[in-house]
């Protein structure tokens, strides 16, 4: 049944009324195509029928109704149409169109403006002089029926003005509506991004000086040379007081190259820092971008709710998010820009940071997030469903959004839905000469659409663009139940990198979801399971230390599949054969498909959850060098290694689990060097009140909060750590045949000691090796450990370069370590990681 004006009414053993005309559907004799059959296979079992007509199309411009019914013409059931898949084959064409949005052509002195509504009955374009004034045109757009997509040309070029567009859709449940949508495929905004920018974004006005001149970093000879600083834009300098206070936590706090962000920033660059990553800087849904709060935080005990209480009575209103709720996939979020009224400033701003950070020797990478919307629906943050409905979300069997990501799920896997992240990737790529991508839960992909980017982006850009993201397999696409997904059992092969959490959740202990007691009882190898035991640890078996030491070296292998290790049984087995949960320890096929980290943005920081699990009398030297010890386990680790901003200074965010909207009183950093946001009160309650009686006591012991001579220790310390890896390629092998033949982990097996790592590399023939061998030992233990490696006999070794210095910011292993060259013998001081080389 359909009807042109939205007038059914149907209802069960009553006839239906209103309906234009009806179409009776026969069972389906013909049978589906392979890729109908493979695309729709999650629909499961059921009648296949087939509908004969002319016109499709038209039907997807009315409201349209599934009818069951008896020989009396009573209704038995019914149900709505869900759509995509016959759009994308209607519309095919659709896929395309190279400009769609607002298109600005200088030389023929036109402007165009193009938007895909194949099931609207008509749209039109409204014209503003400013992003404040009233509409100074109306214009009836006209439809494409071989594309599905409406347009307009202007004579003259319209830029700097701004524009929304009327669309008239059916929405089920409500009839038809008229609304105002901002363009989907904008280029910037006005404020709170309701009307879209016109502009040319290769016009010169909207290039900071030297745009087309300034020299960016070289490409990187493969992925694993990148060593990753993830780091957020407001963050970075809304506590720098280096920083004049009106460029705080914006775009052009990069370009004041003397502040104290900078300065640090360039000096990780030096030690070997390749890329800065930033959270979310697209079109935020969730940050008002005019007259945002900043909350007054009362001076309060470390263990104090009150503090949390004045950030959360603001949290909706005030100027921090993490921004992983995205309004506009490709303009730049206005909140960081001068103004957020004047969309040539978002482009500018934008444009010079990332000029300031090339120039300061970083690539820079974006975090997008194209797997959810904020909103659905009638909702006035949707923007995609209110001009094509129930087209760009994933639903369910019911025809319910599904929302396993947290927000309202897109559909990568309808064609238009993936053209728009492609499309708007390669204008991040080609127009802001962003170097590398990392996607929020990627694993909501398919990864034909992965590739299909990959091919796109490397094209703009002229050069290949790293692309890495998270991989979980959960939700209504796990398992690969809808497509083949970008998630990490899927990858393997495809160049595209994962975030690997064997290695993190070795390390740290328990899981990335764990509360209540969990938080101190579940230690890791790197915080004193069974070795050090704090004071709320069940007795643990020794076998939980020697799985966890296995699962580091998993970490430290790059999560190879093929790679080899004698695990602590006296079993040699692929890491593909060690079991990780319910799925295997080893699953990358090489190491530019693995990311390896200890901390980032998501969960508590490392010094956090080393507070809860580390003995409560560890000593503030000791916090300091577990610290670094896991800074150490990802810059040994083959493939691409990830740092958290903030994890060289000690970062805390006073044991918040889950910062997103804490603001900025939890979420600062600190470039003095004077505090690392310990005990800055209880954590906002929403997300770890439960926890409360367990951290209060955490946060009121003034023996854990590190002093200013630990913050600058700890940078330092990291920084060598970085120099270290730049030092060799053995570090970051390019293949996984490489890392195969070149390294082999010692002190393993039954009879290893679990509570050092040992490994040595072969770097003969290798170029950028720069020793013959290299040999690393990480020692987590409280206590000096000695190891007797019979292998290792007789080999010239001397420490590194960087560890031998008298500069060398950590001291024990020039004075504490020694290696015995006639017996093999390697002394390792308490929690120390040194590094041995041959040359």
Not at 92 to 117: E, M, N, R, Y
Not at 219 to 224: K, N, Q, S
Not at 337 to 355: H, L, P, T
Not at 791 to 815: C, F, I, K, N, T
Request: glycine share 8%.
């Amino acid at each position: 049944m359909f009807s042109m004006a939205g007038s059914l009414s149907v209802q069960a053993g009553q006839a239906v009324r209103g309906a234009d005309s009806s179409f009776d559907l026969q069972p389906d004799s013909q049978g589906l195509s392979p890729a109908t059959a493979e695309r729709f296979r999650f629909v499961g079992a059921g009648p296949r029928l087939r509908l004969s007509i002319d016109d499709p199309a038209r039907l997807h411009r009315a409201q349209l109704i599934l009818t069951r019914e008896n020989e009396a013409g009573q209704v038995l059931a019914f149900t709505r149409i869900q759509s995509p898949g016959a759009l994308d084959d209607l519309y095919a064409a659709a896929g395309d169109i190279a400009d769609l949005g607002v298109a600005v052509q200088p030389a023929a002195k036109s402007t165009s403006f193009k938007l895909w509504a194949p099931t609207a009955r008509a749209v039109s374009l409204c014209l503003y002089d400013s992003d404040a004034s009233k509409a100074s045109a109306e214009q009836a757009m006209q439809f494409d029926a071989t594309t599905g997509a409406w347009s307009w040309r202007a004579h003259g070029d319209l830029s700097g003005r701004y524009f929304n567009y009327l669309v008239e859709v059916f929405v089920p449940g409500k009839g038809w509506v008229r609304n105002r949508v901002s363009d989907p495929y904008s280029i910037s905004h006005g404020t709170d991004s309701w009307r879209s920018y016109i502009a040319d974004l290769n016009a010169a006005r909207l290039k900071p000086r030297g745009w087309d001149q300034h020299r960016r970093p070289k490409p990187l000879a493969a992925a694993t040379d990148m060593l990753i600083y993830e780091l957020h834009v407001r963050d970075f300098s809304i506590a720098d007081a280096t920083v004049p206070v009106a460029r705080r936590g914006r775009y052009q706090a990069f370009t004041e190259t003397r502040s104290a962000g900078m300065r640090h920033l360039r000096s990780l660059a030096q030690a070997g820092m390749t890329d800065v990553h930033l959270l979310p800087v697209f079109d935020i849904a969730s940050i008002p971008e005019a007259q945002c709060a900043t909350p007054t935080v009362p001076t309060a005990a470390a263990d104090s709710p009150d503090q949390q209480a004045r950030v959360m009575a603001v949290a909706s209103k005030d100027c921090f998010n993490w921004g992983y709720d995205p309004l506009h996939y490709g303009s730049p979020e206005g909140s960081y820009a001068s103004s957020a009224a004047d969309g040539a400033r978002r482009i500018i701003e934008f444009r010079q940071m990332v000029q300031s950070l090339h120039e300061a020797g970083l690539r820079v990478g974006m975090d997008v997030v194209y797997n959810h919307t904020p909103a659905s629906g009638q909702d006035a943050k949707s923007v995609l469903d209110r001009i094509v409905p129930g087209y760009y979300q994933r639903l369910d069997a019911k025809g319910q959004v599904e929302r396993s990501t947290c927000c309202d799920n897109t559909a990568t896997e309808h064609r238009m839905m993936a053209k728009l992240m492609i499309d708007t990737t390669v204008r991040w790529a080609r127009d802001y000469r962003v170097d590398s991508f990392r996607f929020d839960l990627m694993a909501h992909q398919p990864r034909a659409a992965m590739e299909m980017l990959q091919a796109a982006v490397d094209k703009a850009a002229g050069r290949h663009v790293e692309l890495i993201g998270e991989g979980w397999n959960f939700g209504e696409i796990a398992n690969g139940s809808r497509f083949v997904q970008a998630s990490q059992l899927s990858l393997n092969g495809s160049g595209i990198g994962t975030f690997s959490d064997r290695g993190r959740d070795a390390a740290r202990g328990g899981s990335a979801g764990d509360s209540g007691e969990a938080l101190r009882k579940n230690q890791g190898w790197l915080n004193g399971l069974v070795y050090a035991p704090n004071d709320a640890a069940p007795k643990r078996e020794p076998v939980e230390l020697f799985r966890a030491a296995d699962m580091t070296r998993v970490g430290l292998a790059g999560s190879l599949r093929d790679f080899e290790l004698e695990t602590f049984e006296g079993k040699r087995r692929k890491l593909s054969e060690i079991p990780y949960g319910d799925q295997p320890a080893g699953y990358v096929s090489q190491p530019g498909e693995v990311v390896n980290y200890v901390e980032n943005h998501d969960n508590q920081t490392l010094f956090d959850i080393n507070v809860m699990r580390l003995p409560r009398d560890t000593s503030r030297e000791d916090r300091l060098r577990v610290q670094m010890l896991g800074a150490a386990l990802t810059a040994f680790s083959q493939g691409i290694a990830y740092f958290h901003a903030g994890l060289e200074v000690l970062r805390s965010k006073s044991l918040d689990r889950n910062s997103y909207d804490s603001g900025d009183w939890f979420n600062r950093l600190d470039w003095s060097l004077r505090d690392n946001g310990f005990a800055a009160g209880l954590p906002p309650q929403g997300d770890n009140g439960r926890d409360w009686p367990l951290l209060q006591p955490l946060l009121a012991d003034d023996s854990i909060k590190p002093r200013p001579v630990d913050i600058a220790g700890a940078r330092a310390m990291f920084l060598d750590l970085l120099k270290i890896r730049a030092s060799s390629s053995l570090l970051r092998l390019r293949s996984a045949d490489e890392v195969k033949r070149r390294l082999h982990f010692l002190n393993t097996g039954p009879q290893q000691n679990p509570v050092v790592m040992a490994a040595v590399l072969d770097g003969q023939g290798l170029a950028g090796a720069g020793f013959k061998r290299l040999l690393y030992l990480i020692n987590v233990s409280p206590q000096a450990q000695t190891l007797q490696i019979e292998s290792e006999r007789g080999h010239a070794y001397r420490l590194h370069p960087v560890q031998a210095s008298a500069a060398a910011a950590d001291q024990r292993p020039r004075r504490e370590a020694r290696y015995e060259q006639g017996s093999g013998a390697f002394v390792v001081p308490a929690r120390t990681a040194v590094v041995w080389v041959q040359e």
